[in-house]
């Protein structure tokens, strides 16, 4: 990989060595870009995943006990009266 790097540099003259590495930077930073979008959209997915969980939780309490649930469905009706 070294070799190909020093031979490429080699054979790119002033301006276009220039030019090749604002390219290659700009690539870098989009490719920055794109892997803090990714990271950030994994760790929406997951927190989306634990709070679905959590209610899914609370939904099997609440539907397990009877008297919670008669207490969340007064609360529940009321709300939208």
């Given at each position: 990989m070294?070799?190909?790097l020093l031979w490429l540099v080699s054979t790119i003259s002033g301006h276009n060595l220039r030019t090749y590495c604002q390219?290659?930077?700009q690539m870098e930073q989009e490719q920055q870009a794109a892997d803090d979008a990714r990271?950030?959209?994994?760790d929406d997915a997951a927190a989306?995943?634990?709070v679905a969980n959590a209610l899914q939780v609370v939904v099997k309490l609440v539907l397990d006990r009877p008297i919670l649930y008669a207490i969340c469905s007064?609360?529940?009706?009321?709300?939208f009266i």
């Open positions: 070294t070799f190909f390219v290659m930077l990271r950030y959209a994994e989306q995943r634990n007064l609360i529940s009706t009321r709300c």
